[in-house]
């Protein structure tokens, strides 16, 4: 089936230093990757849909000078945190539909540890 | 105003009987739900889908129920297995724009399964 391979699946950084997560799409192209933000006991939250060749569109509340999202191709979207503080500590999934609408592959998540 | 709703935050269920997870949504034009499976520190599986237009959809030992006049959808797991403790989201799509559809989750459950 098809996957989605997204790195690093965890990272430690230091307050105010900036840390890029990556996804790609295997073996299908994903014109569209959904990144999402799981807080400690709390439903996934979608941060933003990000567009091959276009801007990301970012939902409500959520800072797209902080959190910077680039869809470079058909199989490559990223999302770089900025000037991380500890709040930004939290598990970040990024999605792409393949076989709509029916289903969404996820990556395996990244747990950003900001200290 | 969160648009579907997993009141139960976790149920725990003898190993070999049925669990049932249980949804509510309030959006009426939602297309698609989907059950999707998460363990710690990794991103959540697709577990089953059922359309709007559908009442059942049966796959292995997950059955998925939805109830449109109550606007209430049901995953049933028969018989439970050790591995099946997880914490398990419900999420419903709309359409936004051609083949672009957005994912709404619940809060998800913790499904225990006591051996």
């Known amino acids: 089936g098809a996957v989605v391979s997204q790195h690093p699946s965890r990272v430690i950084c230091k307050s105010g230093t900036s840390v890029k997560i990556e996804c790609r799409s295997l073996?299908?192209?994903?014109?569209?990757m959904f990144w999402y933000r799981q807080f400690p006991k709390q439903s996934l939250m979608l941060m933003a849909t990000?567009?091959?060749?276009?801007?990301?569109?970012?939902e409500q509340g959520v800072e797209k000078d902080k959190f910077l999202i680039n869809h470079a191709s058909l199989t490559l979207s990223t999302l770089t945190v900025t000037s991380a503080h500890p709040e930004d500590s939290s598990f970040y999934i990024c999605?792409?539909?393949?076989?709509?609408?029916?289903?969404?592959?996820f990556g395996s998540g990244t747990r950003l540890t900001v200290v | 105003d969160q648009q579907v709703k997993q009141n139960s935050p976790s149920l725990s269920v003898q190993e070999g009987r049925i669990s049932i997870l249980n949804c509510d949504y309030t959006?009426?034009?939602?297309?698609?739900f989907l059950w999707y499976k998460k363990y710690p520190a990794e991103g959540p599986t697709f577990l089953i889908s059922i359309s709007s237009i559908k009442d059942k959809n049966e796959d292995g030992r997950f059955t998925v129920f939805l109830n449109k006049s109550a606007k209430h959808l049901s995953l049933h797991i028969v018989p439970s297995q050790p591995g099946d403790s997880a914490v398990y989201f419900c999420a419903a799509t709309f359409v936004l724009m051609d083949s672009n559809y957005q994912l709404i989750w619940g809060a998800g459950t913790k499904l225990i399964i006591k051996p």
């Open positions: 959006n009426s034009m939602f297309d698609y």
């Open positions: 990000s567009n091959e060749g276009s801007k990301a569109t970012y």
């Open positions: 999605s792409a539909p393949d076989r709509v609408p029916d289903g969404y592959t």
């Open positions: 073996d299908f192209q994903a014109t569209t």
